[in-house]
């Protein structure tokens, strides 16, 4: 189904719905006027931008606190609750500067009628024109409200963070293969490191051709099976050489292209070295490569069954070794694996599950503010420094990597060993252990980090 994804905009009359619609459309295309009930259809565009990962239909509803109810205004009630129904995203627009009763009895309905469960909700904190405004939330949050984003509609201000927070909840419904997975995995590592031969244990049967040819696979070969009771996709991608992104080589560059694609679309990487070879210089530079795309990463140690003498710490030993050299394997599960033999192939697809679970991990807006807030007055790490650091405002933008924007008053202030501080913390208490976790800091002051 090519359906795109609908995005409704919601709220009572007269609090910018329609400054917010035409901003998000970059039309005027929504009436504007300071004057309650001037919108009374749902107006319904499709919205493309480059700063929109995936296109979808933005609606404009109602404002829904009407007074008298007539023939006219029970259709606008029943059509604007019926279109929210159908929403796969809703935004509620609150006036920062007045919060009405028919406000809580909107926040009311969401929270107890189980139709809307299942239908993310970001409510738009409206009129925050002050950096200060971000750091005064707790009204809000008192309400049982987890997702809240103050912004300024007129002003533009934070709508930046909106549209991040609009991609990061309509993921899912970007570039769906035909087949609908619930795991999609893709193998990547030096030629020859016995990539087809792992695709081809999983399958049961030869899918890709094996051979002792460096480089017999030229593009990616993907296939489905069943693994407890789930659809797996799993990718056998053509072998990264050195230099492949600039060799002159077509069909070699075609391969390297098809490969990063593979990449992106994949929910989790199976990094494959050949347990004799241990880990090179380009299979660093193979790692850096899926790091940067922020995806869970599971290193799978090939040919094992190849090394002799081995006894009860040689795994623990060859371990340490790789994480000596590479100090960033210290959070990457290592599994060493035999795709001849079959050994330990599925727990290598156990732990792909466990970082797949990781990687949809959402946190409210309310429980990270919390705990960020939390954790920055415990500590005294930031005691010395001459401006202090404060968090304004944080809230979560993507799930993988888990990528978490923060408003501050310096970013200058917030040194290295404060971020690591915090990500350390994050990982301990949202449980992201092997997931890339990315702070990036900003400022109206216009400094960034």
Same mark, same amino acid.
């Given at each position: 189904?090519?359906?795109?994804?609908?995005?409704?905009?919601?709220?009572?009359?007269?609090?910018?719905?329609?400054?917010?619609?035409?901003?998000?459309?970059? @039309?005027?295309?929504?009436?504007?006027?300071?004057?309650? /009930?001037?919108?009374? &259809?749902?107006?319904?565009?499709?919205?493309?931008?480059?700063?929109?990962?995936?296109?979808?239909?933005?609606?404009?509803?109602?404002?829904?606190?009407?007074?008298?109810?007539?023939?006219?205004?029970?259709?606008?009630?029943?059509?604007?609750?019926?279109?929210?129904?159908?929403?796969?995203?809703?935004?509620?627009?609150?006036?920062?500067?007045?919060?009405?009763?028919?406000?809580?009895?909107?926040?009311?309905?969401?929270?107890?009628?189980?139709?809307?469960?299942?239908?993310?909700?970001?409510?738009?904190?409206?009129?925050?024109?002050?950096?200060?405004?971000?750091?005064?939330?707790?009204?809000?949050?008192?309400?049982?409200?987890?997702?809240?984003?103050?912004?300024?509609? #007129? /002003?533009?201000?934070?709508?930046?963070?909106?549209? %991040?927070?609009?991609?990061?909840?309509?993921?899912?419904?970007?570039?769906?293969?035909?087949?609908?997975?619930?795991?999609?995995?893709?193998?990547? /590592?030096?030629?020859?490191?016995?990539?087809?031969?792992?695709?081809?244990?999983?399958?049961?049967?030869?899918?890709?051709?094996?051979?002792?040819?460096?480089?017999?696979?030229?593009?990616?070969?993907?296939?489905?099976?069943? $693994?407890?009771?789930?659809?797996?996709?799993?990718?056998?991608?053509?072998?990264?050489?050195?230099?492949? @992104?600039?060799?002159? &080589?077509?069909?070699?560059?075609?391969?390297?292209?098809?490969?990063?694609?593979?990449?992106? !679309? !994949?929910?989790?990487?199976?990094?494959?070295?050949?347990?004799?070879?241990?880990?090179?210089? $380009?299979?660093?530079?193979?790692?850096?490569?899926?790091?940067?795309? /922020?995806?869970?990463?599971?290193?799978?140690?090939?040919?094992?069954?190849? *090394?002799?003498? @081995?006894?009860?710490?040689?795994?623990?030993?060859?371990?340490?070794?790789?994480?000596? =050299?590479?100090?960033?394997?210290?959070?990457?599960?290592?599994? !060493?694996?035999?795709?001849?033999?079959?050994?330990?192939?599925?727990?290598?697809?156990? %732990?792909? *599950?466990?970082?797949?679970?990781?990687?949809?991990?959402?946190?409210?807006?309310?429980?990270?503010? =919390?705990? #960020?807030?939390?954790?920055?007055?415990?500590?005294?790490?930031?005691?010395?420094?001459?401006?202090?650091?404060? #968090?304004? $405002?944080?809230?979560?933008?993507?799930?993988?990597?888990?990528?978490?924007?923060?408003?501050?008053?310096?970013?200058?202030?917030?040194?290295?060993?404060? *971020?690591?501080?915090?990500?350390?913390?994050?990982?301990?208490?949202?449980?992201?252990?092997?997931?890339?976790?990315?702070?990036?800091?900003? !400022?109206?002051?216009?400094? @960034?980090?």
């Amino acid at each position: 189904m090519n359906a795109l994804p609908i995005v409704t905009i919601v709220g009572r009359q007269n609090v910018g719905k329609s400054t917010l619609f035409n901003k998000i459309y970059k @039309k005027n295309i929504a009436i504007t006027h300071d004057y309650p /009930g001037v919108t009374r &259809d749902i107006l319904k565009v499709a919205v493309e931008r480059q700063d929109i990962q995936s296109a979808f239909h933005l609606c404009d509803s109602p404002g829904l606190d009407i007074e008298n109810v007539d023939d006219l205004n029970q259709s606008i009630i029943e059509v604007s609750f019926q279109q929210l129904l159908d929403s796969h995203l809703i935004i509620f627009v609150m006036d920062r500067n007045e919060v009405t009763a028919y406000d809580h009895r909107l926040i009311d309905l969401f929270h107890k009628d189980p139709r809307f469960h299942a239908i993310p909700i970001i409510y738009c904190i409206n009129k925050s024109d002050k950096v200060e405004d971000d750091a005064d939330l707790e009204y809000f949050y008192r309400q049982g409200i987890q997702e809240v984003l103050p912004i300024s509609a #007129l /002003g533009r201000r934070n709508l930046k963070l909106l549209y %991040e927070k609009i991609n990061f909840y309509l993921k899912s419904y970007k570039g769906k293969s035909k087949v609908n997975a619930d795991l999609s995995v893709s193998i990547v /590592g030096k030629p020859n490191s016995g990539k087809s031969s792992v695709l081809n244990a999983f399958l049961g049967y030869q899918r890709a051709v094996v051979s002792q040819i460096a480089g017999t696979t030229r593009d990616s070969v993907n296939s489905y099976f069943q $693994y407890k009771g789930k659809t797996i996709e799993i990718v056998d991608t053509a072998g990264i050489r050195k230099q492949s @992104k600039n060799s002159k &080589d077509k069909l070699e560059f075609l391969s390297f292209n098809r490969t990063i694609k593979s990449l992106d !679309s !994949s929910d989790v990487i199976i990094h494959l070295i050949d347990a004799n070879k241990g880990i090179g210089d $380009y299979d660093k530079k193979i790692l850096s490569t899926i790091k940067a795309k /922020g995806k869970p990463i599971v290193l799978a140690v090939n040919k094992w069954d190849l *090394l002799e003498n @081995k006894d009860s710490n040689t795994f623990k030993n060859y371990r340490q070794k790789l994480t000596d =050299r590479l100090f960033a394997l210290k959070e990457i599960p290592i599994i !060493s694996i035999s795709a001849k033999e079959k050994q330990r192939l599925f727990r290598v697809l156990d %732990e792909c *599950l466990v970082l797949q679970e990781k990687s949809q991990r959402k946190v409210s807006t309310a429980a990270l503010n =919390r705990k #960020l807030k939390e954790w920055m007055e415990n500590t005294k790490i930031a005691s010395s420094v001459k401006n202090p650091p404060k #968090l304004l $405002y944080a809230t979560q933008v993507s799930s993988s990597p888990f990528k978490v924007i923060c408003f501050v008053n310096h970013v200058s202030s917030f040194r290295a060993n404060i *971020l690591t501080y915090l990500k350390k913390q994050m990982v301990q208490e949202f449980s992201l252990q092997g997931i890339t976790v990315e702070l990036e800091l900003r !400022s109206d002051r216009r400094q @960034k980090a």
